[in-house]
């Protein structure tokens, strides 16, 4: 399998559940991301892991809680979400941290939050 | 307040037409501009690139043009085709630092 792989594509949960997202890049890549893009807005930065180490948190609230434990994987643990949140999620990777390296995104998941 | 503003929500063109998507950036020190594409129900895709070395980088189909005075950038598409239509997002990063991407336009191509 080749790419990112994100699951799952479709989630419907309420606000006091707690889930996570799931993203797989075989690539070889050593950079990772989380966006979200919500209806008819710019996609938005939350999380990026660069080996593992989280670089940069672009003030996103505490009921996100990203995890990343190698360079392959990434997860997205969701809690106490709002209906707010209801979002397409998608996770990319890049060779590095240097954002001038493309960005190879996943199918995203789709979340809603009841 | 937007950094990255594609101004045109939608473009519908007619196939074997030109498509011109237009991008606007209020950030001087922006030095890399991408184009990513996005069909429904999948993630965008890498499409092309320009530094600001350049005014002009073309890849086939695809040409994107940059304006550093007029901070404009556009991707032109010729011919349009059906398998074009998608969404359209531009985006830009300052020395590295993270991409900032606009909202995004949708192209339709009609046969």
């Known amino acids: 399998e080749t790419g990112v792989t994100q699951t799952p594509r479709h989630l419907v949960m309420g606000m006091t559940n707690k889930k996570s997202l799931k993203c797989e890049q075989h690539l070889g890549h050593n950079a990772m991301y989380w966006y979200k893009q919500s209806a008819k807005k710019p996609l938005e930065l939350m999380f990026v892991y660069n080996f593992k180490e989280q670089t940069e948190n672009n003030s996103v609230p505490s009921r996100f809680s990203p995890e990343c434990p190698n360079s392959s994987h990434l997860f997205l643990h969701l809690h106490t979400l709002q209906p707010e949140d209801s979002a397409l999620y998608l996770c990319?990777?890049?060779?590095?941290?240097?954002?001038?390296?493309?960005?190879?995104f996943g199918n995203g998941t789709r979340l809603t939050v009841t | 307040d937007q950094q990255v503003k594609q101004n045109s929500p939608s473009l519908s063109v007619q196939e074997g037409r030109i498509s011109i998507l237009n991008c606007d950036y209020t950030?001087?020190?922006?030095?890399?501009f991408l184009w990513y594409k996005k069909y429904p129900a999948e993630g965008p895709t890498f499409l092309i690139s320009i530094s600001s070395i350049k005014d002009k980088n073309e890849d086939g189909r695809f040409t994107v043009f940059l304006n550093k005075s007029a901070k404009h950038l556009s991707l032109h598409i010729v011919p349009s085709q059906p398998g074009d239509s998608a969404v359209y997002f531009c985006a830009a990063s300052a020395y590295g630092n993270k991409l900032v991407f606009g909202a995004g336009t949708i192209l339709r191509v009609k046969s």
């Open positions: 990319a990777s890049s060779q590095d941290r240097v954002y001038n390296s493309p960005l190879h």
């Open positions: 950030n001087s020190m922006f030095d890399y």
